[in-house]
């Protein structure tokens, strides 16, 4: 069964940057992509960007496409979500995420019917 397990986390001030890890225990051998989604207190849950893990192309949400970075290494069956510039806007908890068979990533940020595993997330918080 697949498990997903993110690292990174932690308290930073507004301006710094984190780097968040994700490692799969298993690759399936579907086109299914994989996605960072991220939830504040008393917020829905948001797609912030995904992957294709076998093309490589990604899309971000506008409030982040400019600061954040999504890459994997698919050898290692690892997927990094690179933050730059961080504010208090973007505190949450932050989840890794597979999708359905059906899931794409392209042309939208991820959606969260669109995943079925996710981790159990990491907390970050950006606050002076």
């Known amino acids: 069964q697949l498990t997903l397990v993110e690292s990174g986390g932690g308290l930073v001030q507004p301006g710094e940057s984190l780097r968040l890890s994700c490692e799969a225990s298993?690759?399936?051998?579907?086109?299914?992509?994989v996605a960072w989604f991220r939830q504040a207190p008393g917020k829905e849950r948001e797609g912030v960007s995904c992957?294709?893990?076998?093309?490589?192309?990604?899309v971000s949400a506008d409030s982040v496409k400019d600061r954040f970075t999504i890459s994997r290494d698919n050898a290692k069956k690892m997927v990094y979500l690179q933050m730059n510039n961080l504010s208090p806007e973007d505190t949450g908890v932050y989840y890794c995420?597979?999708?359905?068979?059906?899931?794409?990533?392209?042309?939208?940020?991820?959606?969260?019917?669109?995943?079925?595993?996710w981790g159990r997330g990491t907390q970050v918080t950006v606050s002076e």
């Open positions: 298993s690759w399936t051998a579907d086109y299914a992509p």
């Open positions: 995420a597979y999708g359905r068979l059906d899931a794409t990533c392209r042309n939208s940020p991820p959606k969260v019917s669109e995943y079925n595993r």
């Open positions: 992957i294709s893990r076998i093309y490589g192309t990604t």
